[in-house]
């Protein structure tokens, strides 16, 4: 159930492959292309407003309203997941990492998915925290995922926590 909870534990393997160029031939130089200062802004802007969307997701989640988080989801998601078991997946997972100490923003990647068995072909942002719960020794990695809907929109397209080895033992 849980590798279909959500899509986000995809998205974290889901890193560009770099082809390895042929023998002989020097690798190809990625173009750089420089961004304006207007330009950087609103990447910062952005990434800064996705954020801001992803503790409010988290925050819902803190309030066991994980079903308010799946109505509004990307229909991405909600074809990978039914709503009971996106609410039980989640409440499963925050059971067994207890109560939230604290969360911090660690980061906030894009990726461009071609599709695949996990993972639909599409836009997808992700916003990592390193939050620390009441069963857990050491902060760990809290995800909200996003996907960009056809309608232009950015919706929820997952969350999920990956904990240590002992909480995850307690399943």
Do not use: C
Not at 50 to 65: F, H
Not at 116 to 132: E, M, W
């Amino acid at each position: 159930m849980f590798k279909r909870l959500i899509l986000p534990a995809a998205l974290l393997l889901a890193t560009p492959a770099f082809a390895q160029p042929a023998q002989g031939t020097a690798p190809a130089k990625p173009a750089q292309q420089k961004l304006t200062p207007q330009q950087q802004q609103a990447i910062v802007k952005f990434r800064q407003s996705m954020a801001a969307n992803a503790e409010a997701i988290a925050q819902l989640i803190d309030q066991g309203k994980a079903g308010d988080v799946w109505d509004q989801a990307s229909s991405v998601a909600k074809q990978a997941v039914s709503r009971n078991d996106f609410v039980s997946g989640i409440n499963k997972q925050r059971d067994n990492a207890g109560k939230l100490e604290s969360r911090k923003l660690a980061a906030v990647t894009h990726s461009i998915s071609k599709g695949g068995q996990k993972l639909p072909a599409g836009d997808y942002i992700n916003v990592v925290f390193a939050s620390k719960f009441a069963d857990e020794k050491s902060p760990i990695r809290e995800l909200v995922s996003y996907h960009y809907d056809t309608d232009k929109v950015w919706r929820v397209s997952g969350y999920t926590l990956q904990q240590s080895a002992p909480a995850a033992a307690k399943r």
